[in-house]
């Protein structure tokens, strides 16, 4: 039954996640945190973090580690082969579609009408992830700031969009600095 449940849940996750990785991160919370239990809020940010520093699309990676966690390698096999059905039959068909029709201002427009759309789920999964680094899960007062977090998401903003730097670099160094404050308590 659990196979079943990870096959649906993320070939579900496949079908809906238009816009690429973060778009679907608020799907996967959906599915992962609030219909089915298998993670709590703080293991769905870990899993983000694991799905984003590992090679490969987020979602997929968010199936595997999920799958992995839930049923173990077969339950990873399963989860993931849900992930990507969806997207092996309507890549295909978009491509058909694209190739043979793609001078017309209708298919343009369509395409046009999709890019809000994607930047609110992606904005949306931010925000989420923020308001977890921020406060834990709890209620926005200033006893419950993680100011550590906060710093530190600001100065990897800073860094990625003013500086251009590297983001795995970015990323190395958040975690050394969070690892050296960590220390230093």
């Not at 550590?148 to 730097?165: E, Y």
Request: proline share 4%.
């Amino acid at each position: 039954m659990i196979y079943l449940q990870l096959f649906w849940s993320f070939l579900q996750i496949g079908l809906f996640s238009i816009g690429g990785g973060y778009a679907a991160m608020p799907l996967i919370q959906a599915q992962v945190v609030q219909n089915h239990p298998w993670l709590n809020m703080s293991e769905f940010t870990d899993l983000v973090t694991i799905a984003e520093m590992t090679p490969g699309p987020i979602a997929i990676n968010s199936a595997t580690f999920v799958g992995i966690r839930i049923a173990g390698i077969p339950g990873a096999l399963i989860a993931t082969f849900g992930c990507i059905l969806p997207s092996l039959f309507i890549v295909s068909l978009l491509a058909f579609i694209y190739y043979r029709y793609k001078k017309l201002s209708v298919l343009q427009s369509v395409l046009a009408s999709l890019r809000p759309a994607v930047v609110a789920l992606i904005a949306s999964a931010g925000l989420s992830i923020l308001l977890q680094v921020a406060l834990g899960g709890q209620t926005l007062a200033a006893e419950n700031l993680n100011f550590i977090g906060l710093a530190l998401f600001a100065a990897a903003f800073l860094l990625l969009r003013r500086f251009k730097w590297n983001p795995i670099l970015v990323m190395c160094l958040c975690g050394m600095g969070n690892l050296l404050v960590g220390l230093l308590r």
